[in-house]
């Protein structure tokens, strides 16, 4: 079993930062799509950043597009989405996720068919 343990969540201000940590337990393939998503109350899950495991390739939401990045290190097992310039929008609770055995990023930019989850974590960001 696979685990996924999201942290660094809070609270701060519009136009703050904060780093949001996910630690897997283990990488089932080599080659894997590593997401993350949010969900704010009433809303529909979305799909914010993604990064391709071996390479290192990205793709990003519009909506954080330029705000946010998404980062890993393969030594800690630990995928990062670092987000600037936040916005009360941003507000949700971030989930991380795995899309496992990819042929490359392109399969992973409809943020569909993530088969891992994380327990989430937090974020409020108040104006």
């Known amino acids: 079993q696979v685990q996924l343990v999201e942290s660094g969540g809070g609270s701060v201000q519009a136009g703050g930062s904060l780093r949001l940590s996910c630690e897997v337990s283990?990488?089932?393939?080599?080659?894997?799509?590593m997401g993350w998503f949010r969900q704010a109350p009433g809303k529909e899950r979305e799909g914010v950043a993604i990064?391709?495991?071996?390479?290192?390739?990205?793709y990003y939401a519009d909506s954080v597009k330029g705000r946010f990045t998404i980062s890993q290190d393969n030594a800690k097992n630990t995928v990062y989405l670092k987000m600037n310039s936040l916005k009360p929008e941003d507000s949700a609770m971030y989930y991380c996720?795995?899309?496992?055995?990819?042929?490359?990023?392109?399969?992973?930019?409809?943020?569909?068919?993530?088969?891992?989850w994380g327990q989430g974590t937090q974020v409020t960001v108040s104006s």
């Open positions: 283990r990488y089932t393939h080599r080659r894997s799509c």
């Open positions: 996720a795995a899309r496992w055995g990819v042929p490359d990023v392109t399969w992973c930019t409809a943020f569909a068919d993530f088969g891992s």
């Open positions: 990064i391709l495991t071996d390479d290192g390739g990205s």
